[in-house]
């Protein structure tokens, strides 16, 4: 029985070769997850960046409210440093 036993527990532990494909199995994963993340990323900027020329153009192409036309423009001047 002894050499039964002996022989199972060989069987759990893994060989080099196979410790090695398990390992690089995992490297390819990782890799693809850093690409998921790099892309996700990527899309957030792009979201936020369409977000604001949005809101720019809104701003640009809408109607003056009515308190801007009642007010007339202030005129500026320079201070001079005292």
Do not use: H, W
Not at 9 to 14: F, L
């Amino acid at each position: 029985m002894n050499t039964e036993t002996k022989e199972q527990e060989d069987k759990k532990i893994p060989t080099k070769e196979e410790i090695i494909a398990y390992l690089q199995e995992q490297i390819e994963v990782k890799k693809v997850q850093l690409e998921l993340q790099e892309l996700n990323t990527s899309l957030a900027v792009n979201k936020a960046e369409e977000l604001k020329a949005l809101a720019f153009i809104a701003q640009l192409t809408s109607p003056p409210s009515e308190k801007e036309e009642e007010e007339e423009p202030k005129a500026r001047t320079l201070k001079k440093d005292k």
